[in-house]
């Protein structure tokens, strides 16, 4: 007697989708209150996916959400796809119709002491059909894998699979506090910096190397003080207590130095950094939202980065 062969059910692309977005959520619930579902209605289609696919893709507990090996490389295949049919059906509806829907942006720490949070309130108050989510952290977002619609970094080049729009070049600078330089003097020579109280960004014990360029080419100098810490931020609030010499980016000091708050310190040495990029993933159709907001960011960034 001969068997038949059965092949296995088609996989429902929905139920694949929801996979998705539980994973970028982290959450059965966080993912059901983005898309407007039961929970309990998330998680049954997430166990028929699990079905159709002959394994268990995510591990459930109380406290939380983790893949199965086999969850993990079945999100890896399939969420940068899901992300271009969901942008694909998003670009088909009426190009007349207002921006609308989750704008989900990653950005440095610091980002709201660049971009005022007055910003972000005119441009949702223009846009009543927009909701924004921000991602905050120095580290650099995986932009597929965290469900990122835009992000802001700083960048020697983009990325292949990235479509990026540079904001403004960047240059590092030396700067302190005028009570930091009453109190302890103005240093006339890069030399000099080794006498001085420095705010290495860093979070590695020891001296640091700052390497910055003058009119005779590169120099070193190796730098140490009592203070140091891994985010910019914090060495610019370092730097505007008076707690000695920093080295950042322009454009996180031009506003502390057009307040008086900060002076340039050896103004004739600077170091070359990454450019500022709005950066989101290469694709056809990028929601309008999505470019709404970055013709906005951009526009007011570079207005207020020329302002300085």
């Not at 580290?139 to 802001?152: M, Q, R």
């Not at 699979?161 to 330089?181: C, D, M, N, R, W």
Request: proline fraction near 5%; glycine fraction near 6%; include cysteine.
């Amino acid at each position: 007697m001969k068997s038949k062969n059965r092949s296995n059910p088609a996989l429902d692309l929905n139920h694949v989708f929801l996979f998705v977005e539980v994973v970028r959520a982290n959450s059965f619930a966080a993912a059901a209150r983005r898309l407007g579902m039961p929970a309990n209605s998330v998680s049954r289609k997430i166990q028929e996916l699990e079905t159709q696919v002959g394994s268990r893709l995510i591990h459930r507990s109380t406290r939380k959400l983790t893949l199965t090996a086999a969850g993990r490389t079945f999100f890896d295949r399939c969420a940068g796809p899901v992300s271009e049919l969901a942008q694909a059906g998003r670009a088909s509806v009426d190009e007349t119709q207002l921006p609308s829907g989750v704008i989900r942006v990653a950005a440095p720490a610091g980002f709201f002491d660049l971009f005022p949070i007055e910003w972000v309130a005119q441009f949702l108050h223009d846009h009543p059909r927009v909701r924004m989510e921000f991602v905050l952290d120095d580290a650099k977002a995986d932009l597929v894998g965290e469900g990122i619609d835009v992000a802001f970094r700083g960048a020697q080049f983009v990325d292949d699979h990235l479509t990026g729009q540079k904001i403004v070049a960047t240059q590092f600078e030396l700067v302190a506090s005028p009570a930091y330089l009453r109190a302890h003097g103005t240093p006339d020579t890069l030399a000099a910096l080794a006498d001085h109280d420095c705010l290495p960004q860093s979070n590695r014990a020891g001296p640091v190397t700052w390497r910055l360029i003058g009119s005779e080419g590169e120099s070193e100098i190796q730098v140490s003080g009592r203070f140091r810490a891994n985010t910019a931020r914090a060495v610019l609030r370092a730097a505007v207590a008076g707690l000695g010499i920093a080295l950042l980016p322009h454009l996180l000091t031009a506003s502390e130095i057009a307040a008086g708050r900060l002076v340039q310190v050896l103004p004739q040495f600077r170091r070359d950094g990454a450019d500022f990029y709005a950066v989101c993933v290469s694709r056809r159709h990028i929601p309008r939202a999505v470019s709404a907001f970055i013709e906005y960011a951009v526009g007011r960034l570079r207005e207020s980065m020329s302002a300085h």
